[in-house]
């Protein structure tokens, strides 16, 4: 049997109350806690909480490159956003950069962002805007002034050097921004190379739009004679031989009468670094006012050069007083007790690094464990005399807040524990730094645990510190 048409325009509207009306209903049922028809009996159960409203499209925060803008304000509307005066770097490029967008609020506070934001890519000279009202709102317009870019690098005169590692070293490539101080730090990188390598008469020249094109970088290069030490000379030394002396320096001369072909470039550099190593090992001696110099003579033909090493011995230092400053937590007696450096010594600075790692090491086994100690040598008017000064930073006391075996691979919490229990180290104790670097030898040394650095990470202790405060 078939409804009228009016009769099923009536069901139909019913139908859409009803299901109105048990839509409010459950809702309703669902904010005072009700069970609902789903609910379990009694209505005992928590209802589901009804669905979350639905922000509003002008309360998000929209992001640009990783830049966050708030909520837009102001009572004009950005109608376009143009840019000028770019030549390499195309429009979108520029635009992708910005904040001022067509359709957005006018803000001069977000312009003048942009243009800060466009200077730092290194690729304008300047960067400037314009603002134009008209009925529609604002057109703005960007105005940048391009850097010229490299187009082409070229080395002229490299011969024994490789241009591919020439380039490297120069850093500069083509679509740089072309600036005379990176051109000119280029040049003095390429020269201190040469001169590593033993090129030590090496010149170089730079030109900048060489053959009428303007990017074009050109790098001049008159290598000269590749230079090698043919001999070695130590005058003036004493206390120390020849052989000992040449053996704790870098530079190398002839092997075995082979000029040529031995492992001598002269790199003027390291003599200089020479004359410092042996400068500070007689000051280790005790000859704090030992001086070194150096000199240089070529051969002939200018490409074999002979280095000699002149040594002031000068007297050795005896020590006069040691003071001990700064420490408040430990007593100066107890410090006095750990250094092996006594009033009356030679002066050694062998001894004096290892008194301040013991004073150091002392700290830490009481929980100060940023414990800093400096040591300082003053000149007494007694010849040949010095006191000796060490100035302590105690820092904070700390105790152990969390210990944790730090093991790679997949998580097994039973060799986790049997490490932990192996620990003489308890939370809530002092700090002891003898006894922590003794327990990671021991887990180093046990068979528990992979200690192969070819299959993974040896396994360590990680102790949290917390600040003891008394």
């Given at each position: 049997?078939?409804?009228?048409?009016?009769?099923?325009?009536?069901?139909?509207?019913?139908?859409?109350?009803?299901?109105?009306?048990?839509?409010?209903?459950?809702?309703?049922?669902?904010?005072?806690?009700?069970?609902?028809?789903?609910?379990?009996?009694?209505?005992?159960?928590?209802?589901?909480?009804g669905?979350?409203?639905?922000?509003?499209?002008?309360?998000?925060?929209?992001?640009l490159?990783?830049?966050?803008?708030?909520?837009?304000?102001?009572?004009?509307?950005?109608?376009?956003?143009?840019?000028?005066?770019?030549?390499?770097?195309?429009?979108?490029?520029?635009?992708?950069?910005?904040?001022?967008?067509?359709?957005?609020?006018?803000?001069?506070?977000?312009?003048?962002?942009?243009?800060?934001?466009?200077?730092?890519?290194?690729t304008?000279?300047h960067?400037?805007?314009?603002?134009?009202?008209?009925?529609?709102?604002?057109?703005?317009?960007?105005?940048?002034?391009?850097?010229?870019?490299?187009?082409?690098?070229?080395?002229?005169?490299?011969?024994?050097?490789?241009?591919?590692?020439?380039?490297?070293?120069?850093?500069?490539?083509?679509?740089?921004?072309?600036?005379?101080?990176?051109?000119?730090?280029?040049?003095?990188?390429?020269?201190?190379?040469?001169?590593?390598?033993?090129?030590?008469?090496?010149?170089?020249?730079?030109?900048?739009?060489?053959g009428?094109?303007?990017?074009?970088v050109?790098?001049?290069?008159?290598?000269?004679?590749?230079?090698?030490?043919?001999?070695?000379?130590?005058?003036?030394?004493?206390?120390?031989?020849?052989a000992?002396?040449?053996?704790?320096?870098?530079?190398?001369?002839?092997?075995?009468?082979?000029?040529?072909?031995?492992?001598?470039?002269a790199?003027?550099?390291?003599?200089?670094?020479?004359?410092?190593?042996?400068?500070?090992?007689?000051?280790?001696?005790?000859?704090?006012?030992?001086?070194?110099?150096?000199?240089?003579?070529?051969?002939?033909?200018?490409?074999?050069?002979?280095?000699?090493?002149?040594?002031?011995?000068?007297?050795?230092?005896?020590?006069?007083?040691?003071q001990?400053?700064?420490?408040?937590?430990?007593?100066?007696?107890?410090?006095?007790?750990?250094?092996?450096?006594?009033?009356?010594?030679?002066f050694?600075?062998?001894?004096?690094?290892?008194?301040?790692?013991?004073l150091?090491?002392?700290?830490?086994?009481l929980?100060?464990?940023?414990?800093?100690?400096?040591?300082?040598?003053?000149?007494?008017?007694?010849?040949?005399?010095?006191?000796?000064?060490?100035?302590?930073?105690?820092?904070?006391?700390?105790?152990?807040?969390?210990?944790?075996?730090?093991?790679?691979?997949?998580?097994?919490?039973?060799?986790?524990?049997?490490?932990?229990?192996?620990?003489?180290?308890?939370?809530?104790?002092?700090?002891?730094?003898?006894m922590?670097?003794?327990?990671?030898?021991?887990?180093?040394?046990?068979?528990?645990?992979?200690?192969?650095?070819?299959?993974?990470?040896?396994?360590d202790?990680?102790?949290?510190?917390?600040?003891?405060?008394?």
């Amino acid at each position: 049997m078939e409804l009228p048409q009016n009769l099923g325009a009536v069901a139909k509207y019913f139908l859409l109350v009803i299901a109105i009306a048990c839509v409010d209903v459950g809702s309703a049922a669902a904010q005072f806690g009700g069970g609902g028809m789903g609910g379990p009996a009694g209505g005992s159960g928590a209802g589901a909480p009804g669905p979350a409203e639905r922000p509003k499209f002008r309360d998000h925060i929209h992001s640009l490159d990783a830049l966050p803008i708030g909520r837009e304000q102001g009572d004009q509307v950005v109608a376009s956003v143009s840019v000028q005066g770019n030549r390499s770097i195309s429009e979108n490029t520029i635009l992708q950069k910005l904040q001022t967008k067509k359709g957005r609020f006018y803000s001069r506070e977000a312009l003048l962002a942009d243009v800060h934001r466009l200077n730092e890519m290194k690729t304008f000279d300047h960067v400037t805007f314009r603002t134009k009202d008209l009925a529609d709102g604002v057109h703005v317009t960007f105005v940048v002034n391009e850097r010229p870019l490299v187009t082409e690098v070229m080395y002229h005169g490299a011969r024994g050097m490789n241009k591919r590692e020439l380039a490297g070293r120069a850093g500069i490539e083509v679509g740089d921004p072309l600036s005379e101080f990176s051109i000119e730090s280029a040049r003095r990188r390429l020269v201190d190379f040469y001169r590593e390598k033993g090129f030590n008469q090496i010149a170089i020249t730079t030109s900048i739009g060489y053959g009428g094109v303007p990017g074009r970088v050109v790098f001049r290069i008159n290598e000269g004679p590749l230079e090698r030490i043919k001999s070695i000379e130590v005058i003036g030394n004493t206390i120390l031989s020849d052989a000992r002396l040449k053996k704790i320096i870098k530079s190398r001369g002839s092997m075995l009468g082979v000029w040529k072909w031995g492992f001598n470039k002269a790199d003027t550099s390291q003599i200089d670094r020479d004359v410092d190593i042996l400068a500070a090992h007689y000051h280790n001696l005790g000859y704090l006012t030992a001086t070194v110099g150096r000199q240089i003579r070529y051969d002939d033909d200018g490409k074999y050069i002979h280095v000699t090493f002149v040594i002031n011995e000068g007297e050795r230092f005896q020590i006069k007083n040691i003071q001990v400053v700064g420490n408040q937590f430990i007593t100066e007696d107890s410090l006095r007790q750990r250094l092996e450096l006594k009033p009356g010594d030679m002066f050694d600075g062998t001894l004096l690094k290892r008194d301040v790692g013991e004073l150091v090491y002392g700290y830490g086994e009481l929980g100060f464990i940023y414990a800093d100690v400096q040591p300082q040598t003053i000149m007494r008017e007694e010849e040949n005399m010095v006191d000796l000064v060490y100035k302590i930073e105690e820092g904070d006391r700390w105790k152990i807040g969390e210990i944790r075996v730090n093991i790679e691979g997949e998580p097994h919490l039973m060799r986790e524990t049997v490490m932990l229990n192996l620990l003489d180290l308890r939370e809530g104790d002092f700090i002891d730094r003898r006894m922590l670097e003794i327990a990671r030898r021991r887990m180093t040394r046990g068979q528990l645990l992979e200690t192969n650095p070819q299959i993974a990470n040896p396994p360590d202790i990680i102790v949290e510190p917390k600040e003891d405060v008394y």
